[in-house]
């Protein structure tokens, strides 16, 4: 046999190898294309529907929480049939709103939070009326089966230099405004005159003179806010306190009462040591 025979039969056995490997190198390919794309399909599966990271929870996420019932299993306990006496409860909210600065929220002053270490707010709060500046008030109310409630205003007939009145007759709408859900409070941070809450109905009007005491009597679920606008009547209106709970008066506070005789038990005092906390 020639040589040109033998190199014609080695250069067919090369190709044909050649083939085979090509085919194998073009299976492969095939197979990890089709692979990348379904991992990149997936990927872009997941970006869409699978929510990021939860951001950090703020203030105003606090009302999404689940309050838990403090008077568990208490109504299945005998227990003896009493009348507990009512019982005051502070706002947990009091923050003025302007019309004249709409976008401007009345917080806790910065230094006078600095001087207390930066810790907690400062204890008084400003309640200010005049044409152009309400105060919102907010309460929760608490306690087992104490489901009546009263909105009660107090001035000392001598006030002295405890609270600044105009010259003019000082009336004062209370309104009853819309909260976001039964247990939503508000945030202080955001309130302000454009972000106040809803005006549902004028529950009464006062004149704020010394002696002023004033009650309104409404119906308050267990652990239910309460939330009030104190706006002005007329334009020569000026009322204007510092509020603290630790001398509260003049005042606005929420005292709570049950409606009957109720089965209650004899530690439900140990409450009112809570009730008085600023929120």
């Not at 067919?12 to 990149?40: E, H, N, P, Q």
């Not at 009345?106 to 270490?117: E, N, V």
Request: glycine fraction near 8%; include cysteine; aromatic fraction near 10%.
């Amino acid at each position: 046999m020639s040589s040109e025979h033998h190199i014609s039969r080695g250069r067919a056995s090369y190709s044909m190898r050649r083939s085979g490997r090509d085919a194998g190198y073009s299976k492969f390919t095939a197979f990890a294309v089709v692979l990348a794309i379904l991992c990149t399909s997936i990927n872009v599966h997941i970006f869409l529907t699978v929510e990021g990271p939860q951001p950090p929870m703020r203030f105003r996420d606090l009302g999404g929480l689940k309050r838990p019932n403090q008077f568990i299993g208490l109504e299945r306990v005998r227990l003896p049939v009493v009348t507990p006496d009512p019982y005051k409860i502070y706002p947990n909210l009091l923050a003025r709103v302007n019309k004249l600065e709409p976008k401007r929220a009345y917080s806790d002053d910065p230094k006078r939070f600095a001087a207390l270490g930066k810790m907690v707010p400062p204890g008084d709060k400003q309640f200010k009326v005049t044409s152009q500046v309400s105060t919102i008030v907010e309460f929760r109310s608490v306690g087992y089966k104490m489901e009546n409630c009263q909105l009660i205003v107090t001035v000392p007939v001598d006030p002295g230099a405890a609270i600044e009145l105009g010259t003019g007759q000082n009336l004062v709408h209370i309104w009853h405004v819309l909260t976001n859900t039964p247990s939503w409070p508000i945030d202080p941070k955001s309130l302000t005159w454009d972000t106040r809450p809803t005006r549902v109905s004028k529950i009464g009007s006062i004149t704020i003179i010394p002696g002023t005491n004033y009650t309104h009597s409404f119906s308050c679920l267990r652990d239910s806010l309460h939330v009030f606008e104190f706006a002005a009547g007329g334009e020569d209106v000026h009322v204007q306190w510092s509020q603290d709970h630790n001398h509260p008066n003049p005042a606005v506070t929420m005292a709570q009462r049950a409606s009957t005789s109720v089965r209650i038990h004899v530690a439900f005092g140990f409450l009112t040591a809570f009730v008085g906390l600023w929120g």
